[in-house]
Each structure stands twice: as C-alpha cells, then as structure tokens.
C-alpha cells in the first residue's frame, strides 16, 4: 500500500522508499525512514498535498511523493 492511499487519521509504518537518492535525502532530512509509524494528519480538499506526522514532527508532502513510500496499514 502507498502513504498516498491512507486517509485522514490512519496510521502506517513505512517499508520502503521507492524514489532517486535526492528524493530520499529529502525524506531521510524529515525523519522519514524505513520502520518509521507515520500519522496522516490532514489531507487538502484537492487531494494535492498531506500532512503526515513522524516522531512529533509534521511535514507537509505532495501526493506524488508519498506515493512513492511504501506503507504497512
């Protein structure tokens, strides 16, 4: 399953990053790592952006990217 898919308030742990190396930085610099529970916090109404929330962090991630990580429901 892809982070994208999860809805408002659904948890997930992450299982792999599927994206270039400069994209994984990106991730890695957020706290978004393999292993790691993640919280869907908010979704915008055009469904363009979420708002996730890792170890007391929140970042804001365009759809497009958090599909490319690979979540466990």
Known sequence: MKLS???KGDTGIILSLNCDSSLKNRFYSFGITKNTEVYIEEVTLTKNTIEVKI???KVAIRLSEAA???VKK
């Open 5 to 7: 898919e999860l809805n």
């Open 55 to 57: 170890n007391n962090t």
């Open 68 to 70: 490319k990580i690979e």
